[in-house]
């Protein structure tokens, strides 16, 4: 079939190689990863099936990783991917949601069967989909293997960037800076909230330029009022009110590149206290984004940031940001390198990040964030959004 | 603050009851539930904040559940449930995405600090975010507790639905109706895929009647030509050829609760492979919910669907149907009755399905479903979408 894949062999072909180095640093000789940007990362398969286990295979022995998945998705496999088609193998279809019985079993006997059930087995112990279950059903079936924790390991080869990559972050914050521009342009008093949101939505996808783009890992998000005190909040049918603080948060994805983008709005004047947050967030941005050039340490970027709001009378308990690139739902963040203090991950140019300036008080909040690539200049901004407590009248 | 909660407090009262007499049965003195649809069901509680740990607890000696989350999100808590100030309590925020660290130690000691410490305790160990490091934790902080699988309790106990939920479900399929009528409306050769996808986001949340719509669990499914052989690829850039197969999944959904949808259209003359297809779906389907009547089983709808099937040459390996309600991403089936063989769950009035008739064969699909509610006259249709192969000249 004409499928026009994101990356040439070549670049995955980089990348399984330095997941194979990788685990032999670490001692694994099988990899399993079920997180669906890690399956993607590694051999471009993509498809909404990640609501099953489903799994991408490195073994230290193997040429090419190995797709294991749902009898109807092995032809997603054969569409989006270059594996050959020995490595798609498949579970048995009466194991999905089973009481007793579970995907992982057929894993399990398709990893003896190849011989490597005493195997140094790792795991994505943490990753969203990878369930205490599933688990406990590759334990039980491969009673020799020796299992550990990844800790993350084909997320943390994600870290840098590749220049291919990069093409794709650059215009996912070009789409970004479109989404976000049409969403202030619709809000308005007496619109309604869903009204901004199918707005969102729209352009999400229409992309920009011919480049469309794919759906994004957290929904457009929408705080109003009060509401600006917390950020996962979705949208309702009330409509804007007059005289009110809004908070929204939007992604645009191509590719499934993320770039996130968070701007605070204000329909009417502004009180002091809203415009005083809003200063010192976008002070406090602008000076982390100058110390995150290579070298720098992700606590030094966010020390940077924490010193300005202190002086503004403000703090931040949570981390002000975290590495993105390629993801899928539930979550656009690498859960790798967080701007935080004790993160001692020292930056390198191509990496990305989103720096999540929110700032959320007990009655309001503000949020004026930025995605960057860090460069040699400090960070590069992604999109190009005033950078400011946007008013409208 | 002003916001509109989905339900009267007697509805949740009711299913909390419900789950307490469940847990009774069960053995159970704590049930603790990750998965965002039970966490929901049990208390309101709504937001983009699943992809860090979080969970609702319901104790046999508690009157109301407890809800346990990420500070940020404590809010959202406040604003979109009723529960008491007491019974929101929160981790430490250095806890996210940490090697070392988990959310969920701080949830075993503040189990640990009520003197649940050796209670029976049930997690939900395939609930998609319950991973198998927050297992660990949760383990390695209650050396005492006795765990045990829920085993879907709390999904169970949602199977059938409450007059008050399936006014949510009929506008879910009202506007499900429309989000079709305009996607098909769309296609026509030279359109390209995402422009389709665009006009489904959009209709989905602008919804019907000022009745506004939710994101879905799973995002806008297009297949084409080839491609319908497999049922979960997104869209790409490729315009609709003009002589092909068409096969759309989406979804509606009204304060989360569910109805999906496919069609398969042909742009084109029809070859005759694909009408016999689609003619046998549709037969087969409709045989289907004749028998969805209180008291038949699920086994006994799947079969009278296969029968169909066989008798015209087809078979699907695949079940075919799966509850459906409240949810969120990344699946909309309740993962538990499943309409397919050894499925011996008894209907009763109230339950709903999504009746999936795809049928994957090599080169070609097709899919024409129905999600419907059970009733005395058989599965009554949530949705209204000319049930045929759609042609388009």
């Known amino acids: 079939m004409d499928y026009q894949k994101p990356f040439e062999k070549a670049e995955f072909d980089r990348r399984v190689k ?19 940007a890690n399956m993607n990362w590694l051999t471009g ?95 039980k079936g491969l009673p020799n293997a020796r299992f550990s924790d990844s800790q993350q390991l084909v997320n943390w080869a994600r870290l840098i960037k590749s220049d291919a990559e990069l093409v794709y972050m650059r ?69 804007l009110p007059d005289d009110t603080l809004i908070s929204i948060e939007l992604g645009a994805a191509r590719r499934h590149y993320h770039a996130p983008l968070t701007r605070t709005l204000y329909l009417g004047s502004p009180p002091k206290d809203v415009l005083r947050l809003a200063d010192a967030i976008v002070e406090g941005t602008a000076a982390a984004l100058e110390v995150a050039r290579p070298g720098a340490t992700c606590e030094e970027v966010e020390a940077a940031w924490q010193k300005v709001l202190n002086r503004h009378g403000y703090k931040k308990e949570s981390r002000s940001g975290y590495s993105i690139g390629v993801n ?35 009655q309001i909040g503000a949020a004026i964030s930025e995605p960057f690539v860090v460069g040699e200049k400090g960070g590069e901004h992604l999109c190009d959004v005033r950078r400011e407590l946007i008013v409208i009248h």
């Open 18 to 36: 330095d997941v194979k180095n990788r685990m032999s640093d670490a001692g694994i000789d099988l990899l399993i990863c079920q997180d669906p």
């Open 45 to 139: 398969f993509d498809g909404w099936s990640f609501y099953v286990p489903q799994a991408v295979l490195v073994h230290a022995d193997e040429v090419a990783p190995l797709w294991f998945g749902r009898p109807q998705d092995a032809k997603a496999a054969r569409i989006t991917t270059d594996l050959p088609e020995e490595n798609i193998q498949t579970f048995s279809e009466t194991r999905v949601h089973h009481l007793t019985e579970h995907p992982f079993d057929d894993l399990a006997a398709f990893i003896l069967s190849r011989g490597w059930g005493s195997s140094r087995i790792a795991v994505e112990l943490d990753a969203h989909y990878y369930t205490a279950r599933a688990h406990a059903h590759m334990v």
């Open 171 to 239: 215009e996912a914050g070009q789409l970004m800076t479109e989404v976000m521009n049409r969403a202030v342009a619709k809000v308005a008093p007496g619109v309604r909230e869903y009204e901004v949101i199918a707005e969102v939505y729209q352009s999400q996808v229409m992309g920009l330029e011919g480049k469309y783009g794919d759906y994004t890992s957290i929904c457009p998000l929408i705080q109003v009022g009060e509401g600006t005190s917390t950020p996962h909040l979705t949208w309702s049918d009330k409509p």
């Open 328 to 362: 899928y739902p539930p979550d656009w963040g690498e859960r790798t390198a967080s701007l935080r203090p004790g993160d001692e991950t020292v930056l390198q140019a191509g990496m990305c990040f989103h720096f999540q300036s929110g700032v959320w008080l007990e």
